[in-house]
T-cell receptor, first 111, second 112 residues
Framework: DGGITQSPKYLFRKEGQNVTLSCEQNLNHDAMYWYRQDPGQGLRLIYYSQIVNDFQKGDIAEGYSVSREKKESFPLTVTSAQKNPTAFYLC??????????FGDGTRLSIL | DQQVKQNSPSLSVQEGRISILNCDYTNSMFDYFLWYKKYPAEGPTFLISISSIKDKNEDGRFTVFLNKSAKHLSLHIVPSQPGDSAVYFCAASKDTGNQFYFGTGTSLTVIP
């Protein structure tokens, strides 16, 4: 059964720590995306990748980093430089013009 | 700068009636639009799409209308069912579809 898996579902971070959110897809999609959702706001694009070993910044990339070493995987690191990291993070993938498929998200909270 | 706007944060309708969710955009270069449905603690799921060469697309109980001159699209759900209660996001793209801009969402409640 194909889909996108995000883990963990809930994540807690101490201030000053980096944390990595996992995103894996078995849909054989070329493109992958990371979004952030805050209360009362839409989904805002952090980073996206259209092919392996290549990625582009979205609208709110500051304080985040990504890698795309494998087609199936697109991990997101929330660095200590991100001043307001508490949010719901969504990973998505797509192929060409097809609509994006989303994972179930990771909720990150600061302790 | 919010390029895609959903000005109604919430909407309540009676079961069996029509639900109309609205979305406005500012960028005339957008040429592909989608609606997503989202339940709490889950990711959005694709509902229906429309390209700028059409003004209407229908899929069962769901119809999306596009008015390019007004930069406005709407999602009609007829008849509304309690299971339709969710947050609905519209999204727009201006290129090959690799970067989408999302609205803030409208929370629909269908009252039995």
């Amino acid at each position: 059964d194909g889909g996108i898996t995000q883990s963990p579902k809930y994540l807690f971070r101490k201030e000053g720590q980096n944390v990595t959110l996992s995103c894996e897809q078995n849909l054989n999609h070329d493109a992958m995306y990371w979004y952030r959702q805050d209360p009362g706001q839409g989904l805002r694009l952090i980073y996206y990748s259209q092919i392996v070993n290549d990625f582009q910044k979205g609208d709110i990339a500051e304080g985040y980093s990504v890698s795309r070493e494998k087609k199936e995987s697109f991990p997101l690191t929330v660095t200590s430089a991100q001043k307001n990291p508490t949010a719901f993070y969504l990973c998505a993938s797509s192929m060409g013009w097809q609509p994006q498929h989303f994972g179930d998200g990771t909720r990150l909270s600061i302790l | 700068d919010q390029q895609v706007k959903q000005n109604s944060p919430s909407l309540s309708v009676q079961e069996g009636r029509i639900s109309i969710l609205n979305c406005d955009y500012t960028n005339s270069m957008f040429d592909y639009f989608l609606w997503y449905k989202k339940y709490p603690a889950e990711g959005p799921t694709f509902l229906i799409s429309i390209s700028s060469i059409k003004d209407k697309n229908e899929d069962g109980r769901f119809t999306v209308f596009l008015n390019k001159s007004a930069k406005h699209l709407s999602l009609h759900i007829v008849p509304s069912q309690p299971g339709d209660s969710a947050v609905y996001f519209c999204a727009a793209s201006k290129d090959t579809g690799n970067q989408f801009y999302f609205g803030t969402g409208t929370s629909l409640t269908v009252i039995p």
